[in-house]
């Protein structure tokens, strides 16, 4: 099925693990970004990827790395997980002009204890 | 830098009322603007999106936004509120004119409809 795909949709971990967050589009689109949502905060950029092998910081970079190999994976890692990481990560696509809209997947709600 | 402020974290409405979801944003160049509504444990869907053009922007599930350029405003409306349109609504506001194709969130308005 065509769209935007992330996994797990629910993780639960603890402080100081590994853990690699996966989003998988069909569209071939060029743009994908990561955001992480939590109460009174709507949401806030993490990475962005403008094409593969092109990653840039978004607001909220810190403790965390992607990469983009391929046009349609952007995975995310957190290299050694905190408590603060815990939120609802949510991945998204859009084409290259800034006028279309960004595709979200349905998110992964992540819990470190 | 663009921003966007959503007044009213919460909202209730009477099932048949009006429904006025209000976005003020700052941007230093035209900008692009875009309503999207997140359904419980699900992702944001595209509600309608403003560019160029015709200022009131009509997007589904009958709800229409109109770009007020001397206000800075983007407000969404619907005339009449369904149980279906209890949902989080989040403005938000496209950077640097789209040439990074990021985009700036409001904080979001959780929309509770009463029967």
């Known amino acids: 099925d065509a769209g935007i795909t992330q996994s797990p949709r629910y993780k639960i971990t603890e402080t100081g693990r590994q853990v690699t967050l996966m989003c998988h589009q069909t569209?071939?689109?060029?743009?994908m970004f990561w955001y992480r949502q939590d109460l009174g905060h709507g949401l806030r950029l993490i990475y962005y990827s403008a094409a593969a092998d092109i990653t840039d910081k978004g607001e909220v970079p810190d403790g965390y790395v992607v990469s983009r190999s391929k046009t349609e994976n952007f995975p995310l890692t957190l290299e050694s997980a905190t408590r603060s990481q815990t939120s609802v990560y949510f991945c998204?696509?859009?084409?290259?002009?800034?006028?279309?809209?960004?595709?979200f997947g349905d998110g992964t709600r992540l819990s470190i204890l | 830098a663009q921003s966007v402020t959503q007044l009213g974290s919460h909202v209730s409405v009477s099932e048949g009322a009006l429904v006025l979801l209000r976005c003020n944003y700052s941007?230093?160049?035209?900008?692009?603007l875009f309503w999207y509504v997140q359904y419980p444990n699900q992702g944001l869907q595209l509600l309608l999106k403003?560019?160029?053009?015709?200022?009131l922007v009509k997007g589904i599930n009958g709800f229409e936004a109109e770009f007020k350029k001397s206000e800075t405003s983007f407000h969404l409306t619907k005339p009449s509120a369904h149980m279906s349109d209890a949902a989080e609504y989040f403005c938000a506001v496209s950077d640097t004119r789209g040439a990074t194709n990021k985009l700036i969130f409001g904080t979001g308005t959780l929309l509770a409809v009463q029967p």
């Open positions: 403003y560019t160029t053009g015709a200022t």
């Open positions: 569209w071939s689109h060029s743009y």
């Open positions: 941007s230093s160049v035209p900008p692009y």
């Open positions: 998204a696509s859009s084409e290259i002009a800034g006028s279309q809209p960004q595709h």
